[in-house]
T-cell receptor, first 116, second 109 residues
Framework: DAGVIQSPRHEVTEMGQEVTLRCKPI?????LFWYRQTMMRGLELLIY????????DSGMPEDRFSAKMPNASFSNLKIQPSEPRDSAVYFC??????????????FGEGSRLTVL | AQRVTQPEKLLSVFKGAPVELKCNYSYSGSPELFWYVQYSRQRLQLLLR??SRESIKGFTADLNKGETSFHLKKPFAQEEDSAMYYC???????????FGQGTRLTINP
């Protein structure tokens, strides 16, 4: 398995544009997480899914952010419209959780977003 | 609510010196604690978890419920330990993993 796959690896866009980040979790994993990494705030949990269903989106900063998981092998995170303060590295992670998070999270390489 | 605090954003020690990365948590239930590490140009990965009570790459971490801490320790630092370290918390019944702000550890030769 190639692990969690994220695309694009780098994205540079202008303020106001729509941004779509994509994630393919490890096959068989039933949890998928989206995190945002910044120098100031570290790793923040944005949203997570269990069996394709969003469980907790309390970390999504604003209505400009949305995430979907249409099937077990794909999820996307959209920002519309994008703003400079959205510049960060966005990580996707998946896990095989069972009765609490005693499983290990496997991370993708991240998508570095720069909004000018 | 779950919260993890890593008070040091940067930590620099000399090779061979002891290392301690601090982590404090806040959680009303029974916690599960983890340390994740991100080496240069590598993915963020699990280093160790408190339930395993194991030593990985010479690192250990003990859960102190009285002090609500889970500090990461290594008696003799090596240059390859330079990395970004994140402490993380999950409750037994909560399925999300909450991370601290991270500590960038630099081992000087």
């Amino acid at each position: 398995d190639a692990g969690v796959i994220q695309s694009p690896r780098h994205e540079v866009t202008e303020m106001g544009q729509e941004v779509t980040l994509r994630c393919k979790p490890i096959s068989g994993h039933d949890y998928l997480f989206w995190y945002r990494q910044t120098m100031m705030r570290g790793l923040e949990l944005l949203i997570y899914f269990n069996n394709n269903v969003p469980i907790d989106d309390s970390g999504m900063p604003e209505d400009r952010f949305s995430a979907k998981m249409p099937n077990a092998s794909f999820s996307n995170l959209k920002i519309q419209p994008s703003e400079p303060r959205d510049s960060a590295v966005y990580f996707c992670a998946s896990s095989l959780g069972a009765g609490g998070l005693s499983g290990e999270l496997f991370f993708g390489e991240g998508s570095r977003l720069t909004v000018l | 609510a779950q919260r993890v605090t890593q008070p040091e954003k940067l930590l620099s020690v000399f090779k061979g010196a002891p290392v301690e990365l601090k982590c404090n948590y806040s959680y009303s239930g029974s916690p599960e604690l983890f340390w994740y590490v991100q080496y240069s140009r590598q993915r963020l990965q699990l280093l160790l978890r408190h339930i395993s009570r194991e030593s990985i790459k010479g690192f250990t971490a003990d859960l102190n419920k009285g002090e609500t801490s889970f500090h990461l320790k290594k008696p003799f630092a090596q240059e390859e330990d330079s990395a970004m370290y994140y402490c993380a918390l999950s409750g037994v019944r909560a399925q999300k993993l909450v991370f601290g702000q991270g500590t960038r550890l630099t081992i000087n030769p």
